[in-house]
């Protein structure tokens, strides 16, 4: 809180709005006027200022591990503001097949953005598998919008009675036995973001993601002061799903309920992460956060997942859990 109202005093002052004090003076909303700050050209440029942007926006540290299907690499980045390569593997191997992932049983390791689940132990593991495991979160919420299929895809080893042997994956992504125990000391599987693709990552610049951290911000404010038609005006009318179920309309007709009660709202994005999504020019970012949710009807905290695509400066969100 201190640092909210620190940085909404030092903008203001850069700002040289002397409006916002005297809107206080008059009015007391603090709350009010902070979170139009957040909204403001000045801080997301103070957001942005020392930030390396090449694979996203991260507002905690976090590892990028970054793999190249065809050319058979795998990166790890720490992010901390900046990125720093911290590792970086040559003797990979991915699915026995090439292409993106579309059935069970196709052999193709997957295209996209990805966390890791869990980490699974020798003692829990076969053989084959190796030392240890790390098993992703595919199929994400955008593989089933899309209508993608298949399932276990997995961070492994080499089978331990032969560790040296090549061999084609069902899927899943292999590094030798060694390199994988020293991927293990340089992540934490839970601050993980994995990016998939064939040779070329897409990435991202300061522009883009001010626009995207702009309109997010935009997005939280209305959505908290209960302005539908602005806080509709976010999503994508002919292609959004929630949790892949609700369309447009039905979620509209939601949230025009919700709305109507102008319940006051206490609503909070932590560890905000928007990674740019693999998607041949299309401008998809995958962003999640930990969002704090309360009005006098409703309780919620836990993980927001959206996706959205940048278009003429706007956001368009087509998919959220």
């Not at 084609?168 to 993980?192: F, H, M, V």
Request: aromatic share 16%; with cysteine.
């Amino acid at each position: 809180m201190k640092l909210l109202l620190y940085s909404f005093i030092l903008i203001s002052f850069l700002r040289a709005d002397m409006t916002i004090f005297d809107n206080y003076r008059q009015n007391y909303n603090w709350e009010k006027e902070a979170d139009k700050i957040l909204c403001s050209d000045e801080y997301i440029n103070y957001l942005l200022k020392n930030k390396d942007v090449k694979f996203g926006y991260y507002d905690h540290p976090v590892n990028v591990i970054v793999c190249f299907k065809n050319k058979k690499n795998l990166f790890v980045y720490n992010y901390n503001d900046k990125l720093q390569l911290s590792t970086k593997f040559t003797n990979i191997l991915t699915g026995k097949n090439s292409g993106d992932k579309w059935i069970e049983g196709d052999g193709k390791t997957p295209i996209g953005v990805y966390t890791l689940k869990y980490k699974l132990d020798d003692n829990k593991l076969s053989d084959f598998y190796g030392p240890l495991a790390y098993p992703t979160n595919y199929p994400n919420l955008y593989d089933k919008y899309l209508g993608k299929g298949g399932h276990g895809i997995w961070i492994h080893g080499f089978p331990k009675d032969n560790p040296n042997r090549k061999f084609d994956t069902k899927g899943c992504i292999a590094l030798p036995n060694d390199e994988l125990l020293q991927l293990s000391k340089k992540i934490d599987y839970k601050d993980t973001i994995l990016i998939i693709d064939t040779k070329n990552l897409p990435t991202t610049n300061k522009a883009k993601i001010a626009v995207i951290l702009k309109n997010l911000f935009k997005w939280r404010y209305y959505w908290k002061y209960n302005k539908l038609d602005k806080y509709l005006s976010f999503y994508d009318k002919n292609n959004f799903k929630k949790n892949n179920k609700l369309n447009f309309k039905e979620f509209a007709n939601m949230k025009k309920l919700i709305f109507s009660h102008q319940n006051h709202k206490i609503l909070k994005f932590t560890n905000l992460q928007i990674t740019p999504y693999p998607s041949k020019n299309k401008n998809i970012y995958r962003v999640s956060f930990y969002e704090f949710f309360k009005s006098n009807k409703t309780t919620f905290q836990g993980q927001k997942i959206v996706y959205l695509q940048l278009i003429d400066n706007k956001i368009k969100i087509f998919l959220e859990n």
